[in-house]
């Protein structure tokens, strides 16, 4: 389904947004998605979902290129986080009927604020620079089960999910937050894919306007991508407390208003 041409440039321009946001922090789908409920308020939602996915896979591959070449990436851990993240995506995205939104909103709250506490109170949290320490045993072990948790989360709700991967795997791997963008968006690539999958064989996938939107959003996460190399963990810290703060608006207004 192709908008009018004056909605069709403001949801071009809304993907562009998401694919900067998505690059810088994750939480892109907080943009274009609204953006695409209000352009179509009789759609199915599960088609609004899966055309989102198409733009956002896109911008997502394109980001955690960037990275990759710029950035370390522990190999096996990132060659590891394709399988699990994709099936457990692709669960999630199955089993996503089954389990309402108001169950796991507000638990998706009280996590943002957490997170975006410890970051305020920790200034020095994802910062760290040298090279860093090859992964212990534990640490590719955590690292899996981050991606299994989250990535089942970004099939069967999703809002936050670049954060979340990057936050955990901060924690976890002890790596700087730039360390942790770059293996996060090679996860989330698959976690797209796997939701992306179950919508289109859903048939919920306009893929007409889903591949338009999806050029805009890998100009987005282009100029995303460089934002973060160019100005460093600073920024992303920065990205990260601003996304908390809205999502949490956003959330909270969805759940009581």
């Known amino acids: 389904m192709i908008p009018d041409w ?3 440039v403001l949801l071009l321009a809304a993907a562009g947004v998401a694919g900067w946001i998505d690059a ?3 939480g892109g789908g907080l943009i274009l998605i609204p953006a695409m409920l209000i352009a179509f308020p009789g759609a199915v939602p599960a088609t609004v979902l899966g055309t989102n996915k198409v733009a956002a896979i896109a911008g997502t591959s394109v980001a955690a290129f960037n990275y990759s070449r710029a950035v370390k990436v522990p ?6 986080s394709v399988p699990i993240a994709f099936t457990f995506s692709a669960a999630g995205a199955l089993s996503a009927t ?3 939104a108001d169950v796991i909103r507000p638990l998706v709250i009280v996590l943002m604020l957490a997170v975006g506490i410890f970051v305020a109170v920790r200034p020095s949290f994802g910062s760290n620079s040298g090279e860093s320490p090859p992964l212990t045993g534990r640490q590719m072990v955590g690292g899996c089960i981050a991606f299994a948790v989250i990535g089942y989360y970004d099939g069967i709700f999703g809002p936050g999910t670049g954060m979340f991967l990057i936050i955990a795997l901060t924690a976890l791997l002890s790596r700087n937050f730039i360390e942790s963008a770059a293996l996060a968006k090679i996860a989330n690539t698959a976690t797209n894919l ?3 999958m179950v919508f289109a064989i859903g048939g919920n996938i306009w893929w007409a306007l889903g591949l338009m939107l999806a050029v805009t959003n890998i100009g987005g996460s282009i100029l995303g991508s460089r934002t973060v190399l160019n100005r460093g963990t600073g920024v992303i810290r920065i990205a990260l407390l ?5 999502m949490s608006i956003k959330l909270a207004w969805d759940q009581w208003a």
């Open 24 to 26: 810088v922090i994750g």
């Open 194 to 196: 796997g939701a992306l």
């Open 6 to 8: 004056d909605v069709l």
């Open 75 to 80: 190999r096996k851990l990132a060659l590891m």
């Open 98 to 100: 089954a389990v309402s």
């Open 242 to 246: 601003t996304v908390v703060v809205l």
